[in-house]
Each structure stands twice: as structure tokens, then as C-alpha cells.
């Protein structure tokens, strides 16, 4: 292995300034010398692929500008969507403070807005990653470059993106666990990647800046002269792969993760997720036959929770009623078409939902006219996602329902069974299932 290594600095001899001055430490000019640096990573002869040099990492740059963007925005959007600001169950980050400045009253259409925005940030996060790993390969040779430091500037530019690489490898690291595996985390998976988030575009932001102009001079020229070229290795080897056939690897990479990625979108395409492993329960067929979430056995909800004792109490300012679920069935029923959109970034397709709209009840709880938010309460016993809180707006909107049967049929057990509310453009978290309490009021 030596020798290979020998036989490398003799060809290559490595001449320091030929390289953006990162010169062998102490500026040794025996052979011993340079054999040596040229076996350290910090040498710029240790990295020989021809495919890297600024052209290829500056394009990978603009599509990770484009695509990173679109999934730091449609995450901020998911975190909206959860309506952190309205009350203490919703808000996983209560110490979030200026990092919330964006939250605004998520509306409730299109009815389909967060089956698409989150399918766009999970799906968009998949497919980035072979661009990611491409990114971070063509640059690394700037990891190890010495000094560490040139100036204060260059100092200051490396601090960036430790909070820039640190970031995004945290980000798609708890996001793709998040949607693989869920809780493996110590605690809350959400302020570890919302926190994460905003390093990452801290870092993000100082990079671009730092960059931009010299990526669009590089893309609107010609291929740099090699000395111009400080991602370029100074010793390449005989390619093994043209710098197109590279991007055409990374480009195949993401078209196989979005081929097996966008099915958790789309029902027809479900068998097709094949990275999707939101499969706790197979939903089998019929009108109850999709996607569910987390089954009433999973939660450890027994027939007798949801059996003759259950009852839906209804609580405001007109008092406190219970109703059994052949009384909600009497009340004026409603359909609405909407989908269940998960977090996770599955859904599916329009549902057929039929029960009594929230604003009725919150008509009968004392509010006939504006309603205002409602807290809801599941029967579950413990787990985060038992209870949750809705807008006013939500509750106005007509096809926002305690829904009692869906696609025709009684609602099956594990897609909550007597009553779960569903809610049109909601995340998937904040319709709740086995429903037995709401309380209208202001939150
Ligand atoms: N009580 C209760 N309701 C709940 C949940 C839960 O864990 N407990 N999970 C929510 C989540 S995260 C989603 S995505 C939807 C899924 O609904 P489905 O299983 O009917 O598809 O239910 C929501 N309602
Ligand atoms: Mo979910």
C-alpha cells in the first residue's frame, strides 16, 4: 500500500500554490516530505477523481438551492399547519420564540394543501439525498484542506458550514428516521428537526450568499483553467467516468427514490412505495380499506371504550352535554371528500365522510353564530396525538366534521370508531380519532 502511495507522489509530485496554497505544513520540500503529505487527506494530490472541480459541484449547487429551499419552506408550512401558536397540546416547541414569527391561521382549502405540501417535502427530502451525497463528495477535499483557517473571513465562512453541513445531514437524518421507524427519538421528533431546521438555514443562507455569484459566473463560463479550479485535483486519475455519465448517476439515483417515494401519495401507486414502511396495519379492502395510522390495538383502545358507555360530551358556555352516538346519528348529516394527510407525508386519496358538521355542535354548545376553536379529546389514555387543538376557521368550515361513517359505512375501529373529526387541508395529527370530548371556546 506504501509503495502505491510512493509510486502516486512521484507522478503527481504535489508543488504547493499549484492548488489554492494549501502547501505541505511547514512548507517541507524533501521527497520524504511530500510522500508523506501526499498519503493526508489535507493534501489536494490525495484526491484524484477527475469528476470533481467547480463546474460539477456548482450545479449540484443550484439544484440543491432550488430543492432545499422548497423543503425548508414546505416544513415551515407543516409546522404552521399544526397550529403550534393556538394552544399548549398543539405546540411542540413552546420555547421556539422568534423562530415562530411566520406562524399564520392555516386555512382550510384547497382541501387537498397539505396532502400536497407535505408529499412535497417528504418526497422532495428522498429524492434529494443522492444530490446531497454528490454535494458534499465534490467538496471534500475542502474539509481537510490546512490551515483550518486562512483568515478571520475564511474562518468565519468554515463556521458557516459547520451549522450549513451539520444542519442538512441532521435534517435528512431525523426527518428520514421520522418517516421510517418513528420515536426513536429522545423525546419529540419535531423540535429536534424545526431547531435543526433554522441552523441549517442559517447556514444555508451565509453559504448562498458566499457562493451564488461565483456558481453563475462558473455555469455562464467555459471549463476553468485548472489552476482557477480549487475543487479540481491537481493529480487526476484516468477517469473512470465522464463528469456527464456522474451527473447522470445522481440524476438515476433520484429518479429510483422518487419512483419508489410517490406512491405514499397516491392509492393507486401504494404498492409502489416501496420505502414507505407505513404499513403497521394492512387496511384490507372495502370502504374502511385505507391507509390507517395507527390501529385502536396499537393505542391500546378495547371495545368497551368505544362500546355502549361511550358517549361524545359537548362543552361551552351553554353547558355540558353527552350524547350517544344513535343521538349524533339523528342530528343533520353531512358529507365532505377529503383525504387523511399524514405528517409522514402519505395520504390518500378523497375519503367520503359523513357526520355532524363541528359548527352544528358548536352551535348547540352555545356558539350560534362565530364559533370559535374547539379542543378535542380522544379516549385514548396516553401518546401525544390523543387530543388536539382547532381553529376557529376550522370550525367554521362546513365540510369540518365529527364524522361517523366514511366511503358508506359505519367507521371501522382502527379509523376511530364511534367519532373522529376530520378537518378539510388539516395535517393528519390533528384529526383525531375515537373523539369522546369537545370544548368550544377561545383557546
Ligand atoms: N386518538 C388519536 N387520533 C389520531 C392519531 C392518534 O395517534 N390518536 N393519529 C393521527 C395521525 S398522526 C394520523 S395521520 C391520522 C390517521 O388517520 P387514519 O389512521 O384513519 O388514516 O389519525 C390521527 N388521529
Ligand atoms: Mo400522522
Not at 57 to 79: D, E, K, N, P
Not at 169 to 179: M, P, V, W
Not at 377 to 386: D, I, K, L, T, Y
Request: net charge positive.
Amino acid at each position: 500500500m506504501g509503495d502505491r502511495h510512493d509510486d502516486r507522489a512521484f507522478r503527481f509530485p504535489f508543488r504547493s500554490g499549484a492548488a489554492g496554497g494549501a502547501g505541505p505544513p511547514g512548507g517541507g520540500r524533501s521527497t520524504e516530505r511530500l510522500r508523506t503529505s501526499e498519503r493526508l487527506p489535507s493534501s489536494p494530490g490525495f484526491w484524484r477523481s477527475p469528476v470533481r472541480g467547480v463546474r460539477f459541484t456548482a450545479v449540484l449547487g443550484m439544484v440543491l438551492l432550488v430543492g432545499l429551499t422548497a423543503v425548508f419552506v414546505t416544513g415551515l408550512l407543516s409546522y404552521a399547519a399544526y397550529n403550534p401558536d393556538l394552544a399548549a397540546v398543539n405546540d411542540k416547541t413552546p420555547d421556539k420564540g422568534l423562530l415562530g414569527f411566520y406562524l399564520f391561521a392555516w386555512p382550510t382549502g384547497p382541501h387537498w394543501l397539505y396532502r400536497l405540501t407535505q408529499g412535497l417535502h417528504v418526497t422532495g427530502g428522498i429524492v434529494l439525498v443522492p444530490v446531497l451525497l454528490a454535494k458534499l463528495w465534490s467538496v471534500i477535499p475542502k474539509l481537510f484542506a490546512l490551515p483550518p483557517a486562512r483568515s478571520v473571513g475564511h474562518a468565519l465562512e468554515r463556521l458557516s458550514l459547520l451549522l450549513l453541513v451539520g444542519g442538512v445531514l441532521f435534517e435528512f437524518i431525523t426527518g428520514l428516521l421520522n418517516i421510517q421507524l418513528e420515536y426513536v427519538f429522545p423525546g419529540s421528533f419535531y423540535p429536534l428537526h424545526f431547531y435543526g431546521a433554522w441552523v441549517f438555514f442559517a447556514g444555508f443562507v451565509a453559504h448562498v450568499g458566499l457562493k451564488f455569484p461565483r456558481a453563475v459566473r462558473v455555469l455562464r463560463g467555459g471549463e476553468p483553467l485548472r489552476q482557477e479550479d480549487e475543487l479540481a485535483s491537481p493529480a487526476p486519475d484516468t477517469p473512470t467516468i465522464s463528469r456527464r455519465g456522474a451527473f447522470a448517476m445522481v440524476g438515476a439515483g433520484s429518479l429510483l427514490l422518487l419512483a419508489t417515494s410517490v406512491g405514499r401519495s397516491f392509492d393507486a401507486l401504494r404498492s409502489t412505495a416501496l420505502l414507505t414502511p407505513r404499513g403497521v396495519a394492512d387496511p384490507g379492502t372495502g370502504p374502511n380499506g385505507f391507509q390507517i395510522n395507527k390501529t385502536a390495538a396499537s393505542v391500546r383502545i378495547t371495545p368497551a371504550d368505544t362500546g355502549e358507555r361511550w358517549r361524545l360530551t359537548v362543552v361551552g358556555p351553554a353547558g355540558k352535554f353527552a350524547f350517544t352516538r344513535e343521538q349524533l346519528l339523528a342530528m343533520a348529516q353531512f358529507s365532505a371528500a377529503l383525504p387523511i394527510a399524514c405528517v409522514e407525508g402519505w395520504s390518500t386519496a378523497d375519503q367520503w365522510w359523513r357526520g355532524v358538521r363541528l359548527r352544528d355542535l358548536a352551535a348547540l354548545a352555545g356558539y350560534p353564530d362565530r364559533p370559535p376553536g374547539v379542543f378535542v379529546e380522544s379516549v385514548q389514555r396516553s401518546g401525544s396525538f390523543r387530543r388536539a387543538a382547532l381553529r376557529d376557521n376550522q370550525v367554521r368550515d362546513p365540510r369540518s366534521l365529527l364524522a361517523l361513517e366514511v366511503n358508506g359505512e359505519t367507521l371501522s375501529p382502527d379509523h376511530g370508531y364511534p367519532a373522529r373529526i376530520i378537518v378539510p387541508a388539516a395535517p393528519g395529527v390533528l384529526n383525531t380519532k375515537w373523539v369522546t370530548r369537545l370544548t368550544f371556546g377561545e383557546l
